[in-house]
């Protein structure tokens, strides 16, 4: 009696390990549609971005979380440094190319700080191809730090050439770790993009959910559903390097904003909020390094992937 005691109890326990193995190793939400949007969803880099970078991914960490309920998903690599018209034809090309591999009608596309402006030229010019447009601290209506480095820099003038040419450079190395060589780069002509009358130019084309002052704009403009959010604290974690910097450049601003783009420059559609992040902490980076009591990032764009699926986007 005592042995079959002892086995039952060794059976009961070893299916309690397996069962606790099995969800353990598994993804608590595995397989569970949470983000399986109807279509695809394509990340958009910013300025000096790029899709994945020697290993690391620009959205770090979103991809696969995204993938892993369910969402398909694609990172476009356009230009690190370029105007946003330029950037937006080479999106739109990938879209097209998105459309003939997946079969699907339409994209959500979701841009981050220049990649805001980016995925609005292709909601603009093909908003047939495009389900939802979300721009995540998107330059919308330029930036105060555009502005002063513009000015620090007149076009025509030497300054402008060097900083030119040491911007190519930084671009050029970017480029080698992450295979986008052939991209044609002009580091002016992206500062001239996401200067306050270089967006100004841009909105009098592309005026779709452009909010007049600081609240949500337009939910919906040709078929196309917009959104944003934003961040509004440009020092959230002293382990992150990126944080001095963008705690220097912030006090330009004399508004909300995340260390690069005022809130207000930010707002696209429908606003889902401020959050307790900075410019890089929106694509969680430096490698996750962030505000330990704010919510993390890549639940937002998990959230929102479940917000489109829920919308049938």
Same mark, same amino acid.
């Given at each position: ?5 002892? =086995? @039952? ?5 070893? =299916? ?8 353990? &190793?598994?993804? /608590? ?24 970078? #020697? %290993? ?13 309920? %369910? ?27 998105? =459309? ?19 995925? @609005? ?16 601290? *998107? ?6 730090? !555009?502005?002063?480095? @513009? ?14 040419? !040491?911007?190519? &450079? ?7 770790? +992450? %295979? ?10 992206? #500062? ?6 270089? +967006? ?8 779709? !959910? ?28 002293? #382990? ?18 995340? %260390?690069?783009?005022? /809130? ?23 490698? *996750? ?17 479940? @917000? ?6």
């Amino acid at each position: 009696m005592a042995l079959s005691h002892s =086995l @039952r109890f060794l059976r009961r326990w070893l =299916l309690l390990a397996l069962t606790s193995f099995a969800m353990t &190793a598994l993804p /608590a939400q595995a397989q569970s549609g949470y983000t399986q949007t109807r279509y695809p969803v394509v990340l958009v880099h910013g300025l000096f971005g790029f899709d994945s970078f #020697l %290993g690391l991914d620009y959205f770090y960490g979103i991809p696969s979380a995204l993938r892993q309920d %369910g969402a398909r998903v694609f990172v476009a690599q356009v230009s690190a440094a370029n105007s946003t018209e330029v950037r937006g034809e080479q999106l739109l090309a990938q879209v097209k190319t998105i =459309l003939a591999l997946t079969g699907a009608s339409k994209v959500n596309l979701v841009g981050h700080s220049h990649g805001g402006p980016t995925i @609005r030229y292709v909601a603009g010019v093909a908003p047939h191809l495009v389900a939802s447009a979300t721009s995540i601290g *998107g330059v919308n209506k330029g930036s105060r730090v !555009a502005d002063i480095l @513009r000015g620090t820099v007149p076009a025509g003038t030497l300054s402008e050439t060097l900083v030119n040419n !040491a911007a190519k &450079a930084f671009v050029a190395l970017i480029n080698l770790g +992450s %295979g986008g060589t052939s991209l044609p780069q002009t580091p002016t002509a992206a #500062l001239n993009s996401l200067t306050t009358t270089g +967006s100004a130019a841009f909105n009098q084309r592309f005026p779709q !959910a452009v909010p007049a002052g600081c609240g949500s704009g337009a939910a919906m403009v040709n078929g196309v559903r917009y959104y944003s959010w934003t961040g509004t604290q440009p020092v959230t974690n002293l #382990l992150d390097v990126s944080d001095g910097p963008l705690g220097i450049m912030s006090l330009v601003f004399g508004e909300a904003n995340d %260390g690069l783009v005022s /809130a207000c420059s930010s707002r696209l559609g429908t606003h889902l909020g401020d959050y307790r992040q900075n410019h890089l902490d929106e694509v969680n980076q430096v490698v *996750g390094l962030r505000d330990w009591f704010s919510v993390d990032p890549v639940t937002l764009y998990r959230q929102h992937a479940n @917000r489109l699926k829920q919308a049938g986007l």
